[in-house]
């Protein structure tokens, strides 16, 4: 079982970066593919991106790519998801998820075995 705890969630002005982050605790020894998705009330979740165990390999949404950047940092059991040049259609409630085979593509939430609690972020026009 691994437990996520989202953090770094806020209000920003649109042109505007955040850092989020997602610590992982309890069996983090395995191989996980980490991801990110958000979501907007009466919306499903729309996949973000995605980062295998590694880090060598990272898959992005159309929407956000060039502007958002997943990496981590194993030692810390912590994924991080950089968002720069904000806008107020970023605004949502953004999850980090685990995959415990490691997969990091699948834009299916279903997909995904471990979920945070979500942290919300609000870009400002």
């Known amino acids: 079982q691994v437990q996520l705890v989202e953090s770094g969630g806020g209000l920003v002005q649109a042109g505007g970066s955040l850092r989020l982050s997602c610590a992982a605790s309890?069996?983090?020894?395995?191989?996980?593919?980490m991801v990110w998705f958000r979501q907007v009330p009466g919306k499903e979740r729309e996949f973000v991106g995605g980062?295998?165990?590694?880090?060598?390999?990272?898959k992005y949404a159309d929407s956000v790519k060039g502007r958002f950047t997943i990496s981590r940092d194993n030692a810390k059991n912590t994924v991080y998801l950089q968002m720069n040049s904000l806008k107020p259609e970023d605004t949502a409630v953004y999850y980090c998820?685990?995959?415990?085979?490691?997969?990091?593509?699948?834009?299916?939430?279903?997909?995904?075995?471990?979920w945070g609690q979500g942290t919300q972020v609000t870009v400002s026009s």
């Open positions: 998820a685990a995959d415990r085979s490691g997969s990091y593509s699948p834009t299916n939430s279903h997909f995904y075995d471990y």
């Open positions: 309890g069996r983090t020894s395995n191989a996980y593919g």
């Open positions: 980062i295998s165990w590694s880090g060598s390999s990272t």
